[in-house]
Structure formats: structure tokens, C-alpha cells
């Protein structure tokens, strides 16, 4: 099988992963069971869990001049990812500090990002030598630098995906994220970001539909749980959820997204990369204690073994088109 070389564009911190019995109440001190720190940010778990399963992956995205930034970096290395981190001089490192109790929720605190003002121009970026990507994979950050990435990408034939949070449409404004998505193949959506993006009062699948029709050929909603779905050539999917006990769920969502992304470059069959993703989340969510648990394709295969899923597959005519 072809190993697929693909690129994470994002923001790129430091995790401090505490585990606590319960979470602290208003000026309550709690002390945690464990405590781990290790390369975050939706960048570097997608690549991370796409590194594991084997695809050539790289980051692209900034640290700074500090001892977590050059950490940062040979942690990185140690998981089989490549980067291209830019070192901003004279800056710290983001930083964010993730509190998780043992029902498995979190609360998170971020530091904030590197000063624009401090990186290269958008320009600068988009010079990257994009020749040896199969796929680039982000998320809404830095609006020119994820424009002009996503248009040049476009231009030399490299599939795009991009993961929308409800905290980022918010951010950017729904018709300017509508906007991008002509620019984009694929979208990776939990159930907040699609109502933002299509308020309407049609179903899931025509919700998922309406998205579509802005460009991307695929559109994929995560829904904890509760499973997933997606809409892809007039067709929508869903499939269940596998059920586990969640010790943690942090970066579920980038590890079904990179998950996904390594089945779906193999044959663009939309039904079984669900399945895979589905499969690579659950054992991240039950087996990520104290670090986060990328799972490797012998696990993902056990599991999918274990757990076979039926795919419910259905023709979607969106009711406006008849119109």
C-alpha cells in the first residue's frame, strides 16, 4: 500500500495533562492522579494518530525560542512525525492545561498564541514546498495564512480537509467559513458547527447537504456517542458509535479526523473510513489515561473484528432543490 505523505497546518502547543477524581469547584484545591505533558493542538494529533497508522506525516505551524518549544520538537520527532516549525525568537511556547476527571470530561485552559505580529508573512508560508503532499489537513486558524495555504494546495491538485469547531465559527463568522469551504474536499464538523453553518430546520442529512453544496465533496459530523454521519455524492451515511468506558477524550475528534483521512486516501470509500475512524476513536477514548492513545493498525483491525458496524446508507434529496 502507498504510505501517503500528509501535511497538518495549526496551531501547535504544549499539553498539560492532569487527571483529577473529580473537577474542582470555585476556589477548591484538587489533587491530581497523574500528570503528563506532550505536543497538542489539533495539528499534531492528527498527524500524530495519522503517523501511527502509517501515513509520512508532517507539521507545519510555529513554536517558540523556549525550552518547551525545542521539547516540543523532539517529542514530535519521537512519534514519527516530521515538522517544519518555524522558531519565533524571543517568544514563549503556547501552552495549555487540560483537566480531566474520571467520567472522562475536561475543562481546558489555553495560553495565548504566538503575537501575529511576530510570524512570517502569509506569503513567506505559502512558498512551503507543498510538492511531496498527498493531502493537507487543518483547521480555522490564522484566516490569510489558511486561505492562501488552502488555494495554493488547491492549484497543485492536493486534497484538502479541514476540521470546524463551534468556538471557530463564531470566531470567523459562519458566511466567511461557508465561503472557504469552496476551497476545501473534505469537512470534519461536531453537531454545534453544522448547526451554525446550516441553521435550518431540515434533518442532519440535509443540514450536511446544504454545507456541501458551499464545495467540499464530503462533509462528515461528529457526534460523540451518539455515532457519526456524512453526506458524500447525494448520499448520506451513519454509523454507530462503538461503546467504551471514555477515560479521556481528548483529541478524539483529530484522531478520528487523521483516522479517517489514512483509510479514505487508500480507495475514497466513504462507508469504510467511517468504520476505521470510528473504531480509532473508540480505542483513543478508553485507553487515553494519563497521555493520549494513538492507536496502531493492528489495534484498529482487532477492534473493527470485535465490533462490526452496519453503515446505513440512504439517497438525500435536498427538499430546497426541488423548488
Known amino acids: 500500500m502507498k504510505q501517503h505523505n500528509v501535511l497538518a497546518f495549526g496551531n501547535v502547543v504544549m499539553d498539560g495533562l492532569y487527571l483529577v477524581p473529580r473537577m474542582p469547584g470555585h476556589d477548591e484545591k484538587t489533587f491530581a492522579e497523574a500528570v503528563s505533558w506532550s505536543p497538542g493542538g489539533p495539528a499534531v494529533h492528527f498527524a500524530a494518530a495519522s503517523a501511527k497508522l502509517g501515513s509520512r506525516a508532517k507539521v507545519l505551524g510555529w513554536v517558540g525560542d523556549d525550552t518547551i518549544g525545542q ?104 458566511e466567511r467559513v461557508l465561503k472557504l469551504l469552496e476551497n476545501v474536499d473534505l469537512v470534519f464538523a461536531n453537531q454545534g458547527a453544522v448547526e451554525l453553518l446550516a441553521p435550518e430546520g431540515e434533518g442532519l442529512d440535509g443540514k450536511l447537504a446544504r454545507i456541501a453544496e458551499r464545495g467540499p465533496s464530503v462533509v462528515i459530523c461528529t457526534r460523540g456517542r451518539a455515532g457519526s454521519a456524512a453526506f458524500c455524492g447525494n448520499r448520506f451515511y451513519v454509523c454507530p458509535s462503538i461503546r467504551v468506558v471514555t477515560s479521556n477524550s481528548l483529541a478524539a475528534g483529530d484522531i478520528f479526523a487523521g483516522s479517517f483521512m489514512h483509510r479514505y486516501l487508500k480507495d475514497s470509500d466513504v462507508a469504510e473510513s467511517m468504520r476505521f475512524a470510528t473504531a480509532s476513536a473508540s480505542i483513543a477514548v478508553s485507553r487515553s489515561g494519563s497521555a493520549v492513545c494513538y492507536p496502531s493498525p493492528s489495534e484498529v483491525l482487532a477492534a473493527l473484528e470485535r465490533n462490526p458496524m452496519e453503515i446505513e446508507i440512504s439517497e438525500v434529496k435536498p427538499s430546497w432543490k426541488s423548488i
Open 71 to 174: 521539547q516540543v520538537q523532539h517529542l514530535m520527532e519521537a512519534r514519527g512525525i516530521e515538522f517544519s516549525l518555524h522558531r519565533i525568537l524571543n517568544t514563549q511556547t503556547p501552552t495549555s492545561i487540560i483537566v480531566v476527571d474520571r467520567t472522562g470530561e475536561k475543562a481546558v485552559l489555553i495560553s495565548p498564541p504566538i503575537d501575529a505580529a511576530r510570524l512570517p508573512k502569509p506569503e513567506e508560508v505559502v512558498a512551503f514546498d507543498l510538492s511531496q503532499t498527498d493531502h493537507f489537513h487543518t483547521h480555522l486558524f490564522l484566516e490569510p495564512y489558511l486561505e492562501l495555504l488552502l488555494a495554493e494546495c488547491g492549484r497543485l491538485g492536493i486534497s484538502r480537509s479541514l476540521d470546524i469547531e463551534p468556538s471557530s465559527v463564531r470566531r470567523w463568522g459562519a
